[in-house]
């Protein structure tokens, strides 16, 4: 079984290829930096934190996902969310009215900070229990998901009419409202589905 710094060397790898890529004539250069961000700013602090002096690693699970949530936003600031193919696809199948790949976007972006706060929160012994962690999970998701809108809002203020690609609204007067659905959704699937694995690895750890 590979250890949980493999996995981050494994997956820090993958993304700076996709970084790479991504970086090749994406659609909007100034949406891509702003969709990117999150990924030079996360993976940085991860390897701080491993090799820092209060050494700290996260499961595999948890490297797995956040690998998984940089990848979809490097897809997403390649194409712009609302023009990525796969979207296109997806809405093609499932006959809807416009790109649903943004919304697979917000529900990563409580899938994954909801299982990183869950486990901070236990190895730390911040809380008592590991469902008070998972509450307190989803809870910190849905803040990094309102901190994204108000984010995403400055942006719009700031860039005017640049900030289309970025917001990716799509025409849809309620695309905050929905963003931060999606965001709670994911977040309470995740402490769901992958709670007791995550405390069995967590329990690995900590042995």
Not at 41 to 57: D, T
Not at 59 to 68: A, F, G, N
Not at 161 to 169: C, V
Request: one cysteine or more; glycine letters at 8%.
């Amino acid at each position: 079984m590979k250890k949980p710094s493999d996995i981050l060397t494994l997956g820090s790898m993958l993304v700076l290829v996709a970084l790479v890529v991504s970086g090749i004539a994406p659609f909007d250069r100034v949406t891509w930096w702003m969709e990117i961000a999150p990924v030079l700013i996360v993976f940085p602090a991860l390897w701080f934190m491993w090799r820092g002096h209060q050494h700290f690693e996260f499961t595999q699970l948890v490297y797995v996902l956040i690998c998984l949530h940089a990848l979809v936003l490097i897809v997403g600031g390649k194409y712009s969310y609302a023009r990525v193919p796969f979207g296109f696809w997806l809405q093609d199948l499932f006959g809807l009215i416009r790109n649903p790949y943004d919304k697979i976007g917000h529900f990563m972006q409580g899938f994954v900070p909801a299982m990183v706060a869950r486990e901070w929160l236990l190895r730390r012994e911040w809380v008592n229990g590991e469902r008070v962690a998972s509450f307190v999970g989803v809870c910190v998701a849905l803040s990094v998901s309102l901190l994204y809108e108000l984010l995403e809002w400055a942006a719009a203020e700031f860039l005017g009419q640049g900030a289309d690609e970025f917001l990716g609204t799509q025409g849809d007067v309620w695309d905050t409202q929905s963003d931060m659905l999606f965001a709670w959704v994911g977040a309470c699937v995740a402490v769901v589905l992958l709670g007791r694995w995550h405390n069995q690895q967590i329990r690995q750890m900590n042995d």
